[in-house]
C-alpha cells in the first residue's frame, strides 16, 4: 500500500492502519502555509530567539491582537472626544506640528 506524507513523499506501508497511523504523526498536527519571501523575513526579524518556531511568532502575533481588557469609561470618553475633533475639522498635519517642534529636518528625510 501506498501513502502521501508531508510534501510529496511517497511512503509504502503494510496495511491502512500504518497509512492512518502515518497521518496522525505527520499531517494532523500542522498544515502547510504558503507566504511570501518578505514575509518570512519580517517573521523571522519578530523571532524572539532564533529557534524559535515560526507557529510559535504567528501565536504570539494572533494572541497579542485581541485585547481582553474592556475599554475604561475615561477612554471611551477620549476616543469619542477624538472622532469629535475629526468630524469638526480640528486636526493638524504632522508635519506642521513636527515643524513647530523643529523637527523639520526628519521630515524632508521623509520626503525623499
Do not use: H
Amino acid at each position: 500500500m501506498v501513502c502521501f506524507g508531508p510534501g510529496i513523499r511517497v511512503y509504502r506501508v503494510q496495511n491502512l492502519y500504518s497509512c492512518i497511523l502515518l497521518y496522525m504523526l505527520y499531517m494532523a498536527e500542522g498544515a502547510t502555509v504558503r507566504i511570501r519571501a518578505e514575509t518570512k523575513a519580517l517573521l523571522d526579524d519578530l523571532k524572539l530567539n532564533p529557534r524559535e518556531t515560526y507557529d510559535d511568532v504567528v501565536r504570539r502575533l494572533a494572541e497579542s491582537a485581541y485585547d481582553d481588557e474592556p475599554m475604561t469609561p475615561e477612554e471611551i470618553e477620549a476616543v469619542e472626544e477624538g472622532i469629535a475633533d475629526l468630524k469638526a475639522g480640528r486636526v493638524r498635519m504632522l508635519d506642521e506640528i513636527m515643524k513647530e517642534n523643529g523637527d523639520d529636518t526628519i521630515i524632508r528625510a521623509w520626503k525623499l
